[in-house]
């Protein structure tokens, strides 16, 4: 009997030992391992087009996307040129790219889409690029947020870029 009671209390033992042992495996691996600054963003949640949040960084992969990249260029007084382009590996069906122009608000502590500036479309391609002049309010920080979509053979493969940012004195 009393090496079912050892046996027994062993194995409670081992079992509480687990649970905190996995408890604190999970917890590490919800803290975030490298501090990313607001202006890179490598995708959004494609149901968020626009999203602004902490859960917009996410590895992957596509069959279909190469690259998107966007721009925003200061070039004169509150004049800034804003531009994207999108690229797949191969000519796929439809091909888009939609530019919103964010600003930084300092009171909220995140970048806030203030215009939809554009958007091109174009079929049959492998590229895609638009591009914009517009005028801001000085004073604040701007960045542009593009949308970049492909559609090929039925399937959808979205990502959404980030620029570098530019502060309009």
Known sequence: MKLLNRAILLSLFAIVTMGWTTHEGLAAENEPLLSIPPTIITIADPANKIGNGSNDYE????????????SIELLTGS????SGNTNAYISVNTLRIELYLQQ???????????LAIGSS????????????QIK?????SYRIKAQHD???????????SVSNQVYVN
């Open 121 to 132: 479309t174009e079929y049959k391609t492998n590229s895609i690029s638009y591009s914009k």
């Open 59 to 70: 590895l992957f992969s596509t069959e279909y996307v190469k690259s998107g990249y966007s």
């Open 104 to 114: 930084w608000n300092p009171l909220k502590g995140q970048w806030v889409n203030i």
């Open 136 to 140: 801001v309010v000085s004073g604040y």
């Open 79 to 82: 004049t800034l040129k804003v």
């Open 150 to 160: 492909i559609i090929h053979n039925g399937i959808t493969e979205q990502l959404t």
